[in-house]
């Protein structure tokens, strides 16, 4: 055991910026100490959670430590866009709190519809307001990328639609 360990210290830390849905990369890494700053080498749970942020952490949170190191390899943060930290905690260790990493918007996964065509249109009439969608990523957050190919179809009814079907965003 380690009766002389008392605190964890992030040796590796995660990056300035991270995308949602996506993992963490460089993976944290973090280490134990005794009280006398020499790093510990017993084996021991550690657990990484949100320490602060409004979205969710996934991956492997909860890590046995070898030689009194801990790797969290995959590690995510899904949520908004905007400052998170990690906490890094083993009781009765003092926690290891990452510096505040930003979160920015993740990979499309979904549109969302914005503009709604109207209920009913006449055959050979332009719909009036056109249709419009916005890319969004897993966790509602709007993404800006250009160029992502969008096709409109009819969902139910009969008929045929004209015009431009395929738009990139």
């Known amino acids: 055991t380690c009766s002389a360990c008392a605190y964890l210290a992030l040796t590796t830390a995660p990056p300035a910026v991270a995308r949602s849905g996506m993992v963490i990369s460089p993976a944290p890494v973090v280490q134990q100490y005794e009280s006398s700053g020499t790093p510990a080498s017993d084996a021991r749970v550690i657990v990484a959670s949100l320490a602060h942020g409004a979205g969710t952490l996934s991956g492997t949170t909860s890590v046995t430590s070898a030689n009194g ?83 409109v179809a009819l969902a139910s009814a009969s008929g045929t639609l004209e015009g431009t079907l395929t738009m990139n965003t």
């Open 69 to 151: 190191r801990a790797r969290f390899d995959n590690l995510v943060i899904t949520g908004g866009a905007g400052g998170y930290a990690l906490r890094f905690s083993s009781a009765p260790l003092v926690e290891a709190v990452s510096d505040f990493l930003t979160v920015t918007v993740g990979t499309a996964t979904q549109l969302s519809l914005v503009t709604q065509p109207p209920l009913t249109a006449g055959s050979g009439i332009r719909l009036v307001p056109q249709p419009a969608v916005r890319l969004l990523d897993a966790s509602g957050n709007v993404v800006t990328r250009s160029e992502v190919p969008v096709t």
